[in-house]
């Protein structure tokens, strides 16, 4: 088992930064990726970015490139979301996942991951 917790979220006026963290624990490995997914109010859970924690690839949506980084930290087995440009329509509860990578592995959706965490709160303002 692996447990995610997501921290990081809060209130912040459009074109504002906030930088989630997810930190991992329990049967980590190496060869997982890890995903950043979102769901605001009324809508499906949609792929923000994703990592392959081994040799660093990073996934984003059309939606938040150039504005997200999603990054980690070894030694402290977390992974981040650095938001930056943030529009009112980022506002969404943010999801940490965790899932093991594969050569044919679609890190953009829900079904490659196996671990989630319970979620944190973005709310921008305009």
């Known amino acids: 088992q692996v447990q995610l917790v997501e921290s990081g979220g809060g209130l912040v006026q459009a074109g504002g930064s906030l930088r989630l963290s997810c930190a991992a624990s329990?049967?980590?490995?190496?060869?997982?990726?890890m995903g950043w997914f979102r769901q605001a109010l009324g809508k499906e859970r949609e792929f923000v970015a994703a990592?392959?924690?081994?040799?660093?690839?990073?996934y984003y949506a059309d939606s938040v490139k150039g504005r997200f980084t999603i990054s980690r930290d070894n030694a402290k087995i977390t992974v981040y979301l650095k938001m930056n440009s943030l529009k009112p329509e980022d506002t969404a509860v943010y999801y940490c996942?965790?899932?093991?990578?594969?050569?044919?592995?679609?890190?953009?959706?829900?079904?490659?991951?196996?671990?989630w965490g319970q979620g944190t709160q973005v709310t921008v303002s305009s």
């Open positions: 329990g049967r980590t490995s190496s060869s997982y990726a």
């Open positions: 996942a965790a899932g093991p990578r594969g050569f044919y592995s679609n890190y953009r959706a829900e079904y490659t991951y196996n671990y």
């Open positions: 990592m392959i924690w081994d040799s660093g690839s990073t």
